[in-house]
């Protein structure tokens, strides 16, 4: 085991200590504390740390140094029957739908825009194409020969059959619906293009007059019937969370609206730096007045459980982390970070990760001992 004093910067009320401690020395020589000639001096009471084995760091607490010292035993608390969270509504990504183009061509005329409504089977966009006006004079000139055949072999017939089946199979591939070409009565270099399902223009890529090519993204429709809130929970709450528990929903446009749905999903994987994972919650979105990117407060129906909690004036605060002091025995203490949530009870906060129940830590001289702790690292508090 081994004992060594805080060096480097100190605070200046740490060095006008020790030469307070220095004079007091001097005086000592001429005063009646020293007996046959043997000096008693003042006991100089510096920070110390303290390390054993691969353990962590001990600060060694002089007696006296900080008197009235209180320590608070780490406990815990029962949880309510109801978890709250913060969430954010966004499109549920199922019944969202990227609208692209199949073919070469440019773009003739742009039929709706951005955040407009479009209904399924709606005109859209109006392309000009020479490869639809190919597949297409392709389908009537299959349909033509068609009577040709007619009075042939039955393996005419099947050849004819064949051959404007894949011709029809052409021009959906090329995304014309079925009761669009049974319209077709001439090739035409334009094509009228259609939504393929009934929602909202999330995004739109679509500029008149520019040239496309088969993948490119045109448009994006989303619906608002449902969507999804997206929120966090603490990984200690994972055990009362599962798929399909009722909640209900509040945001600041509708204060006096509940929006009642249930959980969809649970994310896999857990932050390591918050302790939180991601749940997908289904909202039923009536009067379409929920909109991605509103925030919602959320309550989860969830079974009781435990939480563990600790003072508030047992948390240091420094470099965007908190930390404890907890006491381990002979006047030491360690220092500890703590992950901490939020708490109903006034004055005390949940412990997410860093305490466990019947730890004992510093609260009313939490900041005096973070001092001490500084000093003995050599660093000016």
């Not at 020790?18 to 009646?32: D, E, M, Q, T, Y």
């Not at 603490?234 to 204060?255: F, H, K, N, S």
């Not at 600790?310 to 930390?323: H, M, Q």
Request: with cysteine.
């Amino acid at each position: 085991m081994t004992i060594w004093p805080g060096t480097g910067r100190r605070s200046l009320a740490s060095v006008c200590g020790l030469l307070s401690l220095i004079a007091a020395f001097g005086a000592s020589c001429n005063s009646p504390h020293h007996a046959n000639g043997a000096l008693q001096p003042a006991l100089v009471t510096l920070p110390v740390l303290v390390r054993q084995g691969q353990g962590p760091e001990l600060l060694q607490l002089q007696h006296g140094t900080l008197p009235d010292i209180t320590l608070t035993t780490v406990r815990t608390a029962q949880l309510p029957g109801v978890l709250e969270t913060t969430g954010q509504i966004t499109f549920d990504d199922r019944r969202v739908a990227n609208i692209i183009s199949r073919v070469t061509g440019r773009i003739e005329e742009v039929h709706v825009s951005q955040w407009d409504s479009v209904r399924r089977g709606q005109p859209i966009i109006t392309l000009y194409s020479p490869d639809l006006m190919t597949a297409e004079a392709e389908y009537l000139q299959a349909k033509a020969s068609g009577p040709a055949l007619a009075g042939g072999s039955a393996g005419d017939k099947e050849f004819a059959r064949s051959m404007v089946e894949a011709a029809k199979r052409k021009l959906e591939l090329l995304g014309i619906e079925p009761d669009q070409i049974g319209l077709i009565s001439t090739a035409a270099p334009t094509f009228v293009m259609r939504a393929p399902i009934s929602g909202t223009i999330v995004q739109n890529q679509a500029l008149r007059g520019s040239a496309v090519n088969p993948g490119d993204v045109l448009y994006s429709v989303g619906t608002l019937d449902d969507v999804w809130i997206t929120g966090d929970i603490y990984e200690d709450e994972l055990a009362r969370v599962q798929v399909g528990q009722q909640l209900e929903a509040v945001t600041t446009a509708y204060p006096d609206e509940v929006f009642r749905g249930a959980i969809a999903r649970i994310s896999p994987n857990v932050d390591p730096n918050t302790h939180t994972l991601q749940i997908r919650c289904q909202v039923k979105n009536p009067d379409l007045k929920l909109k991605p990117q509103m925030l919602a407060r959320v309550k989860i129906m969830v079974p009781s459980g435990q939480a563990l909690i600790v003072p508030l004036d047992a948390l240091v605060f420094e470099s965007d982390s908190y930390f404890s002091y907890v006491d381990v025995g002979d006047d030491r203490v360690e220092q500890r970070k703590i992950v901490i949530g939020a708490w109903g009870q006034s004055g005390y906060a949940r412990v997410i990760s860093g305490l466990k129940p019947g730890d004992r830590v510093v609260t009313s001289k939490a900041l005096q001992v973070d001092e001490l702790w500084h000093e003995a690292h050599g660093e000016s508090s």
